[in-house]
């Protein structure tokens, strides 16, 4: 994340040659006093879970059983600046509206833990670099969630129902990941220069997988509203996951559904293939950004075979996308 620099002067355009001879670019985050900015993410995913078994004739996965789904995070979020400083920036940030969709229902009943984020507000604090400096706030909020996600006691202990709560970190804790990854901020990046970083890939099976990304100032865009930053993104596996950023359970706890089962036996789930790009569009001059959209195919298979003959994999279809609401005129 950046910090807001309304007061805090940073030159936006450097003179120092980028790689490619071309002038470098300042990207900071620039909220103003006084300012609110709302912003839309919306998450979809569609997942394939084949549990294993005899393979199918004409299948290429291979399966006794086949179960599709989708489910899709919808949130409206406001964040408004309520101190600025040189060091620090800290900022409010409200969940105005969470809309989730799922093809199966919890088997309670209840809705998903995401939707209670509804209404609740949090602060974090920034340096100028970007890094979060406190998010303990964002933290307090997620878990007050995730306790949502668990039903009463059983004999077999906690049993966690399916919930998106994975996709709120991805679209909070990763906001400016473009703009605070880059590594050396105040020099700047060309066009054509690329950078690296790592995101999370949210499911509501808490996998805690991460995704490697590769960014790419692609091109510097004129509008109405500033000049814009064109930054295109490329994903492939990362070799760890759960890389520090905020979880929303605590303890031991058990999935619900013949899924938590067999990736209970199984041992879990190692990835096969992770592909996909992205593209960001981030206005330089008015310090922030307009959207983005991410997309990425996901296949999982699990470790070691649950019971005889089977390997259950996972295929997921993953959609990220943010957008700025400007205000109408």
Known sequence: ??????????????????????KREVLTVDFQENQTLRYKFV????????????????????????????????????YQPIEVDPAF?????????????RS??????????????????????VGPSGVIED??????????????????????????????????TATQWFLWDSVSSIAKPAKGVAVGASWESQMSVPDSMVLRKARNVTYTLEEIRESEDGRVAVI???????????????????????????????????GGFNVKVLEGEGQELFNIDAGRSEGYNQHYRLELEARKEPLPNTRPKIVIDQKLTMQLLKKKK
């Not at 950046?2 to 790689?19: D, K, P, Q, T």
């Open 1 to 22: 994340m950046r910090s807001a620099l309304s007061i805090f002067s940073i030159v936006v355009i450097g003179l120092s040659a980028g790689c490619n001879g071309g």
């Open 43 to 78: 998450s979809t995913r569609d997942v394939d879970v084949d549990l294993g078994g005899k393979k199918r004739k004409g299948s290429k996965a291979g399966s006794g059983k086949l179960e599709k789904s989708t489910e899709s995070f919808e949130m409206i979020v406001a």
């Open 89 to 101: 920036t800290k900022v409010k940030a409200t969940c105005e509206s969470v809309k989730i969709k």
């Open 104 to 125: 199966k229902k919890n088997k309670s009943g209840r809705k998903d833990a995401a939707e209670s984020l509804a209404g609740k507000s949090f602060t974090f604090t």
């Open 135 to 168: 998010y303990s706030d964002m933290d307090r909020v997620l878990k007050e969630a995730g306790e949502n996600a668990f039903g009463s006691l059983s004999s077999k202990g906690r049993i966690k129902e399916p919930d998106m709560l994975e996709d709120f």
């Open 232 to 266: 295109n993104s490329v994903y492939s596996p990362a070799p760890k996951g759960d890389l520090g950023w905020p979880a929303p359970y605590i303890g031991k706890f058990q999935l619900s559904g013949p899924l938590g089962f067999f990736r209970m036996l199984s």
